[in-house]
């Protein structure tokens, strides 16, 4: 079983930038074979992968919408996956969440994930 709880989210003006984390705990966890991911929600739309990164190899994949403005990394001594956020627009707004899979292969679909945390709400306007 694994927990996670993501933070960082909060207001930011058009261009600015956030970083969010997500720590994940569990009896005995070990990340080491896990595929972590961030999703999205804005209102009205379906939950969208933004960026996964795979604990075995520090491999990662982004959406088109957010390359080269995102960014995954993970801290494999605490358990922490964050996404850094720059050049943030508006369209970026929404409720983020954090998921964890057991490693096949690296995949960022939402399907495919078996933990979630809570979420986190960005909110990126003037």
């Known amino acids: 079983q694994v927990q996670l709880v993501e933070s960082g989210g909060g207001l930011v003006q058009p261009g600015g930038s956030l970083r969010l984390s997500c720590a994940a705990s569990?009896?005995?966890?070990?990340?080491?074979?896990?595929?972590i991911g961030w999703f999205r929600q804005a209102p009205g739309k379906e939950r969208e992968g933004v960026s996964c990164i795979s604990t075995k190899d520090g491999s990662a994949v982004y959406a088109d919408s957010v390359k080269g403005r995102f960014t995954i990394s993970i801290d494999n001594a605490k358990n922490t996956v964050y996404l850094q956020m720059d050049s943030l627009k508006p369209e970026d707004t929404a409720v983020y969440y954090c998921?964890?899979?057991?490693?096949?292969?690296?995949?960022?679909?939402?399907?495919?994930?078996?933990?979630w945390g809570q979420g986190t709400q960005v909110t990126v306007s003037a």
């Open positions: 569990g009896p005995g966890l070990s990340l080491d074979y896990y595929g």
């Open positions: 998921a964890a899979e057991e490693l096949i292969r690296l995949r960022c679909e939402t399907w495919a994930y078996d933990y």
